[in-house]
């Protein structure tokens, strides 16, 4: 396994951002491969990253965020593993400031907090549910529980899957992390990213993830 950082962005239909978010990707020191899973995209999502240099995986048909992690880090060469969002852009870049304590041997897992946001309707209850189904879970409260912006060791990372699908991933790496003991730290970042709107393609999205949180919590109960 090289010593290098590998970072995994899983993408569906996000060609308006791709490009930037992979370049920014590879302005961080140590960052030797960028792998962009294109999640059944059907923009030039794929296309674009490919054009600015990452190894892209196409996907046939959209699987969703945690398959599409899952897929991206099989293909990793690398024994850091850094997972960004699609929709980044050029703050992609902040990425650094979670790799630093994983460098240091001070972290097995790191979480990007972003800065504060007006809540949006739907927004806020997919929060309050993960942050307060993982307290329950694990007696740990988590600033940012829904973050996809992580850093971890490739042996840390091993100990966590199988990932759950969709959006219950972060769900399923927080209250594992807790639970095999690693060590966590949260870190504010100065990232931006697009916030669903208040239309009906923002509330699909965001029924979904609270939907996708609520059944990645009773199947973490049960795995106990």
Known sequence: ???????????????????????????IPGVT??????????????????????????????????????????????????????????????????????????????????????????LGLALGLARYGTWLLTGMTFKAPLSGQRGFTRRALKGLEPLLPGFGVEIGLNVRAVRRGLRIREIPVQMRHRISGLNLSGFYHRGKQFWHILLALIYLFREG
């Open 33 to 122: 491969e960028v792998i962009v899973v294109d999640d059944g995209s059907e923009d030039e999502t794929g296309t674009i990253a490919g054009a600015v240099g990452a190894k892209v995986i196409t996907l046939p048909r959209n699987e969703g965020k945690g398959r599409a992690m899952a897929k991206g880090i099989s293909f990793a060469s690398n024994g850091i593993i850094l997972l960004l969002d699609a929709d980044l852009g050029n703050t992609a870049v902040q990425g650094e400031r979670l790799l630093t304590p994983l460098l240091a041997d001070k972290a097995d897992m790191t979480i990007g907090i972003f800065p504060p946001v007006a809540a949006r309707v739907g």
């Open 1 to 27: 396994m090289k010593q290098g950082i590998s970072v995994i962005i899983p993408a569906y239909n996000e060609s308006r951002h791709i490009g930037a978010t992979v370049r920014a990707s590879y302005s």
